[in-house]
């Protein structure tokens, strides 16, 4: 057994006490130090957030493509900041004591488990979306950030638009709210096939797979397109919706669907995508005694315009010689509509649709300044994206594609956390089996019998 196999064995087996004291930060000055953990893509994002903030240094990077590593320390040092440590194997870099929080930016499929072991190591942790690969692990995220009383953020839902909409709409701006939509109109070109190769120079693919199966690289199976593989990935209403399955939920106040029905399907392209690009998605809701609906859309090609979301002028798409892409959401109610624009949200009152007030709230994303604010005042209320909330939303995901995958509408108990009558959908909550040591282990939230 190597150092680091039995450091995880340690951290995963032993009742640690239920509440760990939060302590000073390690760093003078009041520096927070952060380590960043995968950053090929949205994890740029969290360097160039740190980087400009007061007393936050980016004292680790770590990610299993050497390449990447390199990138990122070249843009450190470019803005004239010390040189990172740097690491391949994320439970090396636990072991720093002087490393205050992590900022998760890996694959789905590493997020619950690197977040349990970074709060079992005494870190905080901001994770990306959506922050549990299924929905054993959905539980197991929150029970750990209980159970080791750290602070871990949701990498979704920060915004202060969304917080203001759900008070708004919860104060009646648009009447008796009823519906939500939520709309992943993206342009998605074919992936192709790609052929089986030897992983490229400088990649650990082991520690890559982590908790998969293993299986020959390719392309398709490694930067990005993991997100269209069942292995890894939850398709696009797991990725670029799991922001917009948040802002749908939250903001219509809503948290545990009772009936969920998904269909859909891989269209136009013969290629190595096994998610479906095109999926619409059902879920009702009986909170308070309220039925309420949530319906959810992806598609992945030519689409048309709604309620003014996803304008021609908009930089993610739309511009000229550029698909349109309508991203965003949609809530319904007796008075009116609210739909989200590039810079917060719109109301549209009355039968002739006449707009009505708008978002009052900074349009800029403060996710990243809110997690180490709460990291140094140890404020959990004031977090805009605590990890809860994160994981109730992925639970609608998971959902939606265990009805796809199924073929049926599935009935769900918040109670037993199970499908009632459906012990095949139940089974679908975990993995059938996690590769040894990338075990995510049952830290306190229920796990079924059926989902043994």
């Keep these: ?11 995963s087996s032993v009742a640690l006490p239920a509440a760990i004291k939060a302590s000073a930060l390690q760093s003078p000055n009041n ?4 380590a960043v953990v995968g950053f090929n893509g949205r994890g740029k994002s969290h360097i ?6 007061p007393n936050v240094e980016i004292a680790a990077l770590c990610d299993v493509d050497q390449s990447v590593v390199d990138s990122g320390v070249k843009t450190i040092e470019a803005a004239g900041k010390k040189r990172p440590a740097t690491y391949a194997d994320f439970r090396k870099l636990l072991d720093d004591k002087s490393i205050d929080a992590v900022s998760i930016a890996t694959p789905n499929f590493h997020h619950t488990l690197q977040t349990i072991w970074a709060v079992q190591a005494g870190k905080d942790v901001l994770v990306e979306k959506p922050v549990s690969y299924n929905m054993f692990e959905a539980q197991q995220i929150t029970a750990a950030a209980r159970k080791y009383n750290r602070i871990v953020q949701n990498g979704t839902g920060a915004q202060l638009w969304l917080h203001e909409a759900k008070q708004k709409i919860a104060d009646g701006i648009i009447g ?3 519906m939500a939509r939520g709309l992943v109109f993206k342009w998605r070109d074919t992936i192709g096939h790609a052929k089986e190769e030897p992983a490229p120079k400088g990649v650990s693919y082991d520690l890559w797979t982590g908790p998969a ?3 020959p690289f390719t392309k398709n199976r490694f930067h990005y397109n993991w997100h269209w593989q069942w292995d890894y990935g939850n398709g696009d209403i797991g990725n670029q919706g799991a922001h917009q399955m948040h802002s749908a939920r939250m903001a219509l106040g809503v948290k545990y669907p009772t009936r969920i029905s998904s269909m859909g399907g891989h269209y136009m392209f013969d290629d190595d995508q096994e998610t479906p690009n095109t999926q619409l998605v059902t879920f009702d809701f009986e909170d308070g005694g309220k039925k309420k609906l949530i319906a959810f859309e992806v598609r992945h090609w030519i689409s048309n315009n709604e309620a003014g979301i996803g304008a021609r002028e908009a930089p993610t798409g739309g511009g000229k010689g550029e698909p349109l892409q309508t991203v965003g959401n949609i809530w319904y109610g007796s008075k009116g509509y609210l ?11 009355g039968p002739e649709q006449a707009p009505g007030p708008k978002s009052e709230s900074d349009p800029v994303y403060p996710g990243f300044t809110n997690f180490i604010d709460v990291v140094r005042s140890r404020k959990r209320e004031d977090q805009l994206a605590e990890v809860e909330e994160g994981a109730i939303s992925t639970m609608l995901i998971h959902l939606a594609n265990i009805s796809y995958r199924t073929g049926r509408t599935l009935y769900f108990d918040p109670v037993t956390y199970t499908c ?4 095949e959908a139940t089974a679908m909550f975990t993995r059938a089996e996690y590769r040894s040591p990338f075990t995510v282990p049952n830290v306190g939230g229920t796990r079924t019998e059926a989902a043994r």
């Design 1 to 11: 057994m190597t150092d680091v196999d039995r450091r995880h064995f340690i951290l």
């Design 31 to 34: 520096t927070v130090r952060v």
């Design 48 to 53: 160039s957030a740190y980087l400009k903030m």
């Design 176 to 178: 008796d709210a009823y």
């Design 213 to 215: 199966p293993v299986k």
């Design 339 to 349: 739909a989200t624009t590039r810079d917060g949200f719109q109301t549209f009152m």
């Design 420 to 423: 009632k009558g459906d012990p």
